[in-house]
Each structure stands twice: as C-alpha cells, then as structure tokens.
C-alpha cells in the first residue's frame, strides 16, 4: 500500500527566505504526487502535482517541488517566503491501480515578518 | 458554481443523533470523493464515485456511514447513530476525468466540521 511522510510537524521561515517543506512516499509502482495547501477553516487547494517528464514541476503561487526517484521524495520548494503562504501543507500519492489519494499528516508553515 | 461547495459548513450534533452533509461538486465533474480529516491529521479516504456509481467505499469506518449520488451531481454523506468518534471535518472533491484517470486532479470543498457531543 502507498504511503506519504511529512517529517516535519512544523516549518518556521523568515520572510524572503527561501523555503523547503519535506515529503517522502512509498509506492508499489510509478507514483504520481501532488500539494495542497489549506488555510484555516478553508478546504485543500491543489498548487502541483507530478505525473511523469521534467523532475522540477512549477505550480501556483511560486511554489515548485523536485521530484526525486531514487530519494523518493517530492519536496515543495519556494524561492522567497511570504507571510501569506503560512498555512498547512499536505503532500498526497497514489499509484497505479484503483487506488485512492493518501495523504501525509501534514507540515504547518510559519512565515515570519 | 466556480468551485466545490458543502453544506452545512459546521453541524453540530447529539450522540445517538443521524447526520447529513451535502457536497455539490463542481458542474460536470464525473468524481467525486469523501475524505474525513481527523484534528491534526491529513484527509484519509471513504469513499468514491463515477457518476452515480459507487466505485469504492472501502475507506468507511462502519455501516453507520452511507453515501449516495443519486443523479451523478450533487452527493450525501449520511451519518447514523453518530458517536463522539465521528466528530472531524468531511471533505468532498470532485474531479473531471474517472478514477482511471490517475493524474487527474482533485478540487476540495471547505469541508463540514461535525462535533458529536
């Protein structure tokens, strides 16, 4: 069965830093990876997601996240933090087969002024 | 609509107490899927399906909780003889493309919070 791990309960970031939030998987077959971030009393909004082709996927908000087959790991990634990104941050897979997304826990970021 | 809506955004509800959350998915949307999301925790799946077909519910945690698309729109979520267990915020996404479609992306509602007191 596919899993996800966020190793990070809690990220804290000064603003115009960059900023990294960590994600590793296990999947029995190709996976396919996706973040979501969710602000309080909000639902999920998808920001990316990784499919297949260039390692490095480019989403919303100028967030990116590295696709790393032999680390399996899909780090989100920003090149200069915002207060506004401070919010929860899921990474979710699922891979071949009739499967259902599986998310990780969770990484709370904290974007500091 | 532009995005997912549900309804209500917060129930509360006594033990013993039967539930209905309503999740209208974006129009056209042949998916649509329940997440239940536990204090602290990310979404964990309950169930799916295509049009009005229930493809998957093997995510429910009892026969207490039944789902139903009727029409291949709007869907609900119906919780029986609700416990203090229960209490979490239910999601509900739609998608374009069937479940077939791996990589298709998934669009969230803002969730019903139950608590069961």
């Known amino acids: 069965a596919q899993s996800v791990a966020q190793p990070e309960d809690q990220v804290n970031v000064a603003e115009g830093n960059p900023l990294t939030v960590k994600c590793t998987y296990s999947?029995?077959?190709?996976?396919?990876l996706f973040w979501y971030v969710q602000y309080p009393n909000r639902g999920l909004q998808f920001l990316l997601k990784?499919?297949?082709?260039?390692?490095l996927v480019k989403g919303s908000y100028g967030f990116e996240a590295e696709f790393n087959k032999s680390q399996t790991s899909f780090h989100l990634k920003k090149p200069s933090a915002l207060v506004s990104d401070s919010a929860l941050y899921f990474c979710?897979?699922?891979?071949?087969?009739?499967?259902?997304?599986?998310f990780g826990k969770g990484t709370r970021l904290s974007v500091i002024a | 609509g532009a995005g997912v809506s549900q309804s209500p955004r917060y129930k509360v509800a006594k033990r013993g107490q039967d539930v209905a959350l309503r999740c209208d998915p974006i129009?056209?949307?042949?998916?649509l899927f329940w997440y239940q999301q536990a204090l602290g925790q990310g979404p964990e799946f309950l169930t799916y399906?295509?049009?009005?077909?229930?493809?998957?519910k093997s995510g429910l945690p009892s026969d207490r909780f039944f789902a139903e698309r009727p029409e291949g729109s709007v869907s609900t979520l119906k919780i029986q003889r609700t416990q203090q267990e229960d209490s979490a915020v239910y999601l509900c996404?739609?998608?374009?493309?069937?479940?077939?479609?791996?990589?298709?992306?998934?669009?969230f509602g803002p969730g019903t919070r139950l608590t069961v007191l």
């Open positions: 996404a739609s998608s374009l493309k069937v479940l077939a479609g791996l990589t298709d992306t998934q669009y």
């Open positions: 999947v029995s077959g190709n996976p396919y």
């Open positions: 990784y499919i297949t082709g260039d390692n």
């Open positions: 979710a897979v699922r891979d071949l087969g009739n499967t259902p997304l599986v």
């Open positions: 129009s056209g949307h042949v998916s």
């Open positions: 399906f295509q049009n009005e077909a229930q493809l998957d």
